[in-house]
C-alpha cells in the first residue's frame, strides 16, 4: 500500500519500474534489472526503479562530455546560466510539498524535517545561481612585459555519488555549485533513495535546461557509482558516504589522477561545560543526536559533560528521548520516525547489544519502538547509554543511529581531550556562558566544523565538511564549493 497523500505522488509511484534520465531522454537501461524502493514505514514496495550497468554509464559519461564541449552549458554567460538555474529553483520551490511528501516516503524521516531539507536544497540552487555571475578571475603582474593572469574554468563531467540519509540536500549541494561553475553532473543517488533526485531531473527538464548537463543514473554503487567515477570522461567525483567506501574510491581515483572531494562518517563530539546554560543545552544535545533518527553524519553522538552537572544533564536528555513522538513520517505531529530500513534497525540494536556487552547501562531506549497501524515499520526508540569505557567501539566507531553515549569530563581540558580523542572530525558544539573558553575550545578542536551554545546549524554560505577521516580538503556548501568544481589557468600573454 502506498501511504502517498498527494494524489500526483500516487500516479507517479504506480509507473513502474520508474526511468532514469541520461543523455537528455528517459531510459530503463540495458541491464533489465529494477531495485524495489521500500517504504520503511510500513516495508512495504513504494515502487520499483531501473537499474543502471557499466554500458548505461558509458552513455552517461560520454553525452555528458559531448554536452560539456558543445557549450550548450558550459559556454552559456553567467547570467544566463544563473538565470537557468534560478528557473529550475521556481519548480522546485512549486513542487516542495510533493518533494517533501517523497523524501518522507523513501527515508522514513518525519515530514517536518522533509520539509526542512526541500526549503535547504531549494535554497542551495538559488544560492548558487547567485555565486554563477561571481567567478572570478585575477592579473598578477610579473613583468613590464606581460600581461598574466588567471582565469577558473569548469572542470568537465562531475560524478555525484549521494547517500540515503538526507538525499535531496546531498544531491544539490554537489549537483549546484558544480552547474553555477558549467561542469556537466551526473548524479548517482543511493540504490535505496532514488526518487527525489529523479524529480529534480524531471524539472530541468520542465524548465527547458540543457539535454545531458544534468544526468541521474541509478543503480547499485559497486558496479554504477565505481564505473562512473572510473569513467575517463568523467574528470571529478564528489561523494558522500561511508569512510569505508570514499577511502575506497580515493585510491581508485588516484590512479587517474582525478580530483575527489569526500564528505565521510563522523562522531561528533557535543561538549556541555560546567557553567552551561542547561535550559538551552539539554534540549539541543538531544536535537543534536535524534534529529534524523540519528542517521546524520553531523549527529552529535558523544556527549561529553563536566562532572558537576552530569547527573543532571544525563536525566534531562533522557526524559527528552522519553518525550519524543515517535509516529507515523507523514504526520506532521511526529517528531521521531523510522532508520532507513529493518536490516539497519538491527544493525543498531547489534551495537546496544555490544556495548551493554562491554559494560555500558542504557539509561533509556535501546528496543524497537511499535507505532500504531505501522507495525512493520522500522521504528526504534531513542537510546541513550551511560558508563561507557573511551575505549569501547561504541564511544569511538560510527553507529549512523540513534544511540547517544554520554561521557563524564573531569574539567575543560579534559573534555577537549575526549573529544581529539577520535578518529573522525567533521562536527563539534560547545556549550559555555563564557565566550572566551568557548573560542579556546573551538579553536582547540579537531572538526571542520564547529557550533557554540548550538547545534546542527546550516546554511548555503557556510562551508561544511571534516577533517581527519571525516572528509578532504575540499568543503561542501559556501563559495569554497563552487572552486572545489573549477580550474584555475595561468594564462601569459607577451606584450610587444
Ligand atoms: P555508502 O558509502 O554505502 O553509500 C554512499 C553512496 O555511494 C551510495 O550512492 C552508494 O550506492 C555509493 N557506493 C557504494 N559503493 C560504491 C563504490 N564502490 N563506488 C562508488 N559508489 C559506491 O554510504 P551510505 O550507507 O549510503 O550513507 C551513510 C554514510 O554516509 C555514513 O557513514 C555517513 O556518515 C555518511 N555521510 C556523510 C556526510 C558528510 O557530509 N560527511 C553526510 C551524510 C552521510
Known amino acids: 500500500m502506498i501511504r502517498a497523500l498527494n494524489q500526483d505522488l500516487h500516479e507517479m509511484l504506480s509507473i513502474s519500474p520508474l526511468p532514469m534520465y541520461i543523455n537528455g531522454t528517459w531510459t530503463h537501461g540495458s541491464s533489465g534489472t529494477v531495485t524495489e524502493i521500500i517504504d520503511p514505514a510500513n516495508s512495504e514496495v513504494l515502487c520499483a ?38 528557473r529550475w529553483a521556481d519548480l522546485v520551490d512549486r513542487d516542495s510539498e510533493f518533494l517533501s511528501e517523497m523524501e518522507t516516503l523513501q527515508t522514513g524521516k518525519p515530514i517536518r524535517e522533509s520539509r526542512g531539507d526541500i526549503a535547504r536544497g531549494l535554497d542551495g540552487i538559488r544560492f548558487y545561481a547567485g555565486l554563477a555571475r561571481n567567478i572570478r578571475g585575477e592579473t598578477i603582474d610579473v613583468s613590464t612585459r606581460h600581461h ?3 582565469t577558473r574554468e569548469p572542470i568537465g563531467v562531475i560524478a555525484s555519488i549521494v547517500p540515503w540519509n538526507v538525499p535531496f540536500v546531498l544531491t544539490l549541494s554537489k549537483a549546484a555549485p558544480a552547474l553555477a561553475g558549467g561542469n556537466s553532473v551526473i548524479v548517482k543517488p543511493s540504490q535505496t533513495t532514488p526518487l527525489t533526485a529523479l524529480h529534480l531531473a524531471r524539472l530541468w527538464e520542465e524548465a527547458g535546461l540543457p539535454a545531458s548537463v544534468f544526468n541521474v543514473i541509478t543503480g547499485a554503487g559497486r558496479i554504477v557509482g565505481e564505473a562512473l567515477c572510473m569513467h575517463p570522461r568523467v574528470s571529478g567525483v564528489t561523494f558522500t558516504g561511508s569512510t569505508e567506501t570514499g577511502l575506497r574510491l580515493s585510491k581508485l581515483t588516484s590512479s587517474q589522477n582525478k580530483r575527489i572531494m569526500l564528505e565521510l562518517g563522523g562522531k561528533s563530539p557535543n561538549l556541555v561545560l560546567a557553567d552551561a546554560d542547561l535550559d538551552r543545552a539539554i534540549p539541543g544535545a538531544a536535537s543534536a543526536i535524534f534529529y534524523g533518527q540519528g542517521q546524520i553524519c553531523a549527529a552529535g553522538s558523544r556527549l561529553i559533560v563536566d562532572q558537576s552537572i552530569y547527573d543532571h544533564v544525563v536525566e534531562g536528555v533522557v526524559a527528552a528521548a522519553r518525550g ?26 547489534g551495537w546496544v547489544d555490544r556495548a551493554v556487552a562491554d559494560g555500558a547501562t542504557v539509561a533509556t531506549g535501546g528496543r524497537v519502538a511499535h507505532v500504531p497501524g505501522l507495525p512493520n515499520g522500522a521504528f526504534m526508540e531513542p537510546t541513550v547509554l551511560v558508563d561507557v569505557n573511551e575505549s569501547d567501539p561504541i564511544a569511538r566507531e560510527e553507529v549512523f543511529g540513534p544511540v547517544l553515549v554520554v561521557q563524564r569530563a573531569a574539567n575543560v581540558d579534559d573534555a577537549i581531550r575526549i573529544a581529539n580523542d577520535s578518529q573522525f572530525g567533521l562536527s563539534a ?19 571542520g566544523v564547529v557550533w557554540i551554545n548550538d547545534y546542527g546549524q546550516f546554511n548555503p554560505a557556510m562551508p561544511f565538511g571534516g577533517v581527519k577521516l571525516s572528509g578532504s580538503a575540499h568543503r561542501e556548501w559556501s563559495h569554497l564549493a563552487i572552486d572545489a568544481f573549477l580550474e584555475h589557468k595561468s594564462i601569459w600573454e607577451w606584450n610587444e
Open 49 to 86: 526503479v531501473s537499474a543502471a550497468d557499466e554500458s548505461d554509464v558509458d552513455i552517461a559519461a560520454n553525452a555528458a562530455y559531448v554536452a560539456f564541449k558543445s557549450g550548450r552549458w558550459s559556454g552559456l554567460r553567467p547570467d544566463e546560466r544563473a538565470r537557468a538555474m534560478f
Open 429 to 447: 558544539a560547545v556549550w559555555t556562558r563564557n565566550a572566551g573558553v568557548a573560542r579556546r575550545v573551538a579553536r582547540e578542536l579537531e572538526s
Open 148 to 150: 598574466s593572469y588567471v
Open 324 to 349: 519524543m513522538v515517535i509516529g507515523d513520517p507523514l504526520d506532521p505531529a511526529t517528531e521521531f520516525g523510522t532508520l532507513t530500513s529493518q536490516a539497519h534497525r538491527a544493525e543498531v540494536l
